[in-house]
């Protein structure tokens, strides 16, 4: 499986940004898809997931409320919509695939089983 985001990009702060990660290669069955992120000598974070079917959602409490994630299956994509950005959402934002559709509840980034490369998201104040 592989795992492509795109999307990042510089924005002021109060600005919006979409990124999209699209899966590729040959998989069987469903998954779980997560977003992570890693700002500059900081650990990675959890951001974001959704189940396979788009059916449940969870979010850090630092993005709830400014950031929505969703999904395309027919597209097999993934999508993190993210608006009121701050200087402090500033990091290398990360994909991932959890096959087993349930462990990307934890908010465990070794849970999750791919990932994509990262794209960067640069908010300036």
């Known amino acids: 499986v592989q795992l492509q985001a795109s999307g990042g990009g510089l924005v002021q702060a109060g600005g919006s940004l979409t990124l999209s990660c699209a899966a590729s290669?040959?998989?069987?069955?469903?998954?779980?898809a997560g977003w992570f992120r890693q700002a500059p000598g900081k650990e990675r974070e959890f951001v974001s997931a959704i189940s396979w079917n788009g059916g449940s959602t969870v979010y850090a409490d630092s993005v709830k409320g400014r950031f929505t994630i969703s999904r395309d299956n027919g597209k097999n994509s993934v999508y993190l919509q993210m608006s009121g950005l701050k200087p402090d959402d500033t990091a290398v934002y990360f994909c991932?695939?959890?096959?087993?559709?349930?462990?990307?509840?934890?908010?465990?980034?070794?849970?999750?089983?791919?990932w994509g490369q990262g794209t960067l998201v640069t908010v300036s104040s």
């Open positions: 991932a695939a959890d096959f087993s559709d349930y462990r990307y509840g934890a908010r465990r980034a070794d849970l999750f089983d791919f």
């Open positions: 290669g040959s998989f069987v069955g469903s998954y779980a």
